[in-house]
C-alpha cells in the first residue's frame, strides 16, 4: 500500500488543462474594417471609432490602419474575402482560381490575347491624342482599332472587347471613307497659328478665318486645333518686379478708378515696368498703352529698371500727340485732357517725372500701394504679351529678347487681332478713326 502511495506522487500523471480565462478572438469583416479605417481616415478619434464598431482593442484598428496604407482593401481581407474578391495575394491562389477545363482555358486566353492588343493600340492613340484615356476613346477610334487589328484577330471578338457595338463600328467606318469636310481649313489654321506666334486661341483663329472668306463656328474651329494639335501658349505665374521705393513724394488720387475705358485716343494712358528673364541677364520693357484701343503709344527697353527707362517712355510717348492736342494740354482749360495712370513706383514719384508731366499739362493719377488691380489693364497687357512670346522659351542671349519684344509690339499693334475691336487689329482701327475724323471735318 505504500509502495502504491509512493508511485502516485512520483508519478502523478498529465496536468489538466487550464481552463481558458477569455472568449475565443472575435474576428470583423473586411467591409467593418474599411469603415473603420474611413472613419479614422476623416478624422474621428480612434477611440470612438472602436467603441462605434463594437472592436474590443482599439490597437486592433491601428493594425487595420497600417495594413490597409501599405495594402490597399486587400491587406483588410482574410484569404477567402480575397479569392471571392477576385484578388490574390499568392500564385497559388491565381492558379487555383482558374478554370480547369481546357476549353475554357482556350476561350480565356483568347480575351486576354486581344485585350492586350487592344490596349497597346489605345496607349498609342492616347498618346497622339491629347486627353485621350485608354478604354474610354470615342468610337471613331474604336473603330479604327478594330479595323487594324480584324486582319489579326476576330473582328466580333475585338468589338466585344471594345465595348463597341456592331451598328456604331459599321456607322464609323462609312464615316471615315467619307472625304474630310474640313480639309481646306486645316492649313490656313496652321498658317494663322504660326502667324501669331502660337498666341492665338481658337477665338482670334475664328476671326482671322472670317476675315479669311471662311465661315465655321468656333467650336469646329477649335475641335480642328485640337485635332492638329496647333499649340497655343497659355499664362504662367511669374514673380513680379517690385518698384516700390517708399513714399518719397506725396501720392495723387486715382483718377482712374478702376475704368479703364476711354472714349478718344489720348485720354486715358497707362504705363508701368515688367522684367523678362534670358539666361544671360535680364530686359526691362517700359510700355505707354493707350486705353482707348489697347495701343502701344510708346516703348522702351533697357538692361536696368531705372527711371531713365521710364522718362525715355514719356518722351516717346509725347511725340506721337499732335500740336494741337499739345496746345490744348498746356492750356489747361478742361475742353481737352489727358491722365497718365502709374502704380506707386519710385520712377513715377521723382521730381523730373513731375515737373515733366506737370509742364505739358498732362494729370497724374496713383494706383493703391500694394492693389495690383488698380492698374489691371497694363497688367493684362504683360500678362498676354508674356504668354503669347516669352513662357515656354528658353531664352539665351537678352538681346535676342529684346528684338523679340519689339517685334512683338509691332505685331500688336499692327497685326494682332482684337476681338473687342471686332475682329479688326489696332492699326486698322486707328485708320478707320482718322478716315471718320476727315469725313466730319
Request: a positive charge.
Amino acid at each position: 500500500m505504500f509502495c502504491l502511495l509512493f508511485d502516485w506522487v512520483r508519478n502523478p500523471g498529465p496536468k489538466p488543462k487550464p481552463e481558458s480565462p477569455g472568449k475565443p478572438a472575435k474576428r470583423y469583416g473586411w467591409e467593418l474594417k474599411k469603415l473603420a479605417v474611413e472613419e479614422v481616415a476623416n478624422g474621428q478619434d480612434i477611440r470612438s471609432v472602436a467603441d462605434q464598431l463594437g472592436v474590443v482593442n482599439y490597437a486592433t484598428v491601428h493594425e487595420w490602419i497600417r495594413k490597409w496604407r501599405t495594402e490597399g482593401d486587400v491587406g483588410l481581407m482574410g484569404k477567402r474575402e480575397q479569392i471571392e474578391a477576385g484578388a490574390y495575394k499568392t500564385r497559388a491562389q491565381l492558379e487555383a482560381a482558374l478554370p480547369d477545363g481546357v476549353d475554357e482555358l482556350k476561350r480565356l486566353a483568347a480575351r486576354l490575347t486581344t485585350e492586350k492588343a487592344v490596349l497597346e493600340r489605345e496607349l498609342e492613340l492616347a498618346k497622339k491624342s491629347p486627353g485621350g484615356i485608354p478604354g474610354k476613346l470615342p468610337n471613331k477610334s474604336k473603330a479604327k482599332i478594330a479595323d487594324e487589328l480584324k486582319g489579326k484577330l476576330p473582328l466580333a471578338l475585338l468589338l466585344e472587347v471594345l465595348e463597341l457595338p456592331p451598328s456604331s463600328h459599321c456607322y464609323a467606318a462609312a464615316a471615315a471613307k467619307r472625304p474630310d469636310a474640313y480639309a481646306e481649313v486645316r492649313p490656313p489654321i496652321h498658317e494663322i497659328a504660326a502667324g501669331s506666334g502660337n498666341a492665338y486661341g481658337s477665338p482670334r483663329i475664328w476671326l482671322a478665318l472670317r476675315g479669311r472668306g471662311v465661315f465655321i463656328s468656333e467650336k469646329v474651329v477649335r475641335r480642328l486645333m485640337k485635332e492638329e494639335r496647333v499649340e497655343v501658349r497659355y499664362a504662367k505665374r511669374k514673380r513680379k518686379y517690385p518698384s516700390y521705393a517708399g513714399e518719397i513724394t506725396p501720392a495723387v488720387d486715382n483718377l482712374a478708378k478702376g475704368d479703364f475705358h476711354a472714349e478718344r485716343p489720348d485720354e486715358l494712358w497707362l504705363t508701368d515696368i515688367t522684367g523678362f528673364a534670358a539666361i544671360d541677364g535680364k530686359v526691362y520693357l517700359s510700355p505707354m498703352i493707350d486705353c482707348h484701343d489697347g495701343m502701344v503709344a510708346s516703348w522702351s527697353t533697357s538692361r536696368h529698371p531705372d527711371s531713365d527707362l521710364a522718362s525715355k517712355t514719356l518722351e516717346g510717348s509725347v511725340g506721337t500727340l499732335d500740336a494741337a492736342k499739345r496746345a490744348s494740354l498746356k492750356q489747361g482749360d478742361g475742353r481737352d485732357s489727358l491722365v497718365m495712370h502709374t502704380d506707386r513706383g519710385g520712377h513715377y514719384r521723382g521730381g523730373a517725372w513731375i515737373e515733366r508731366l506737370e509742364g505739358l499739362g498732362i494729370a497724374r493719377s496713383m494706383s493703391r500701394k500694394g492693389n495690383s488691380g488698380d492698374n489691371a489693364a497694363c497688367e493684362g497687357f504683360f500678362g498676354r504679351m508674356k504668354t503669347e512670346m516669352h513662357y515656354g522659351i528658353k531664352w539665351r542671349k537678352a538681346s535676342d529678347l529684346e528684338s523679340a519684344i519689339d517685334a512683338y509690339i509691332d505685331f500688336y499693334n499692327n497685326g494682332r487681332i482684337t476681338s473687342k475691336l471686332g475682329g479688326m487689329t489696332i492699326a486698322e482701327h486707328r485708320d478707320t478713326l482718322t478716315k471718320v475724323s476727315k469725313k466730319a471735318s
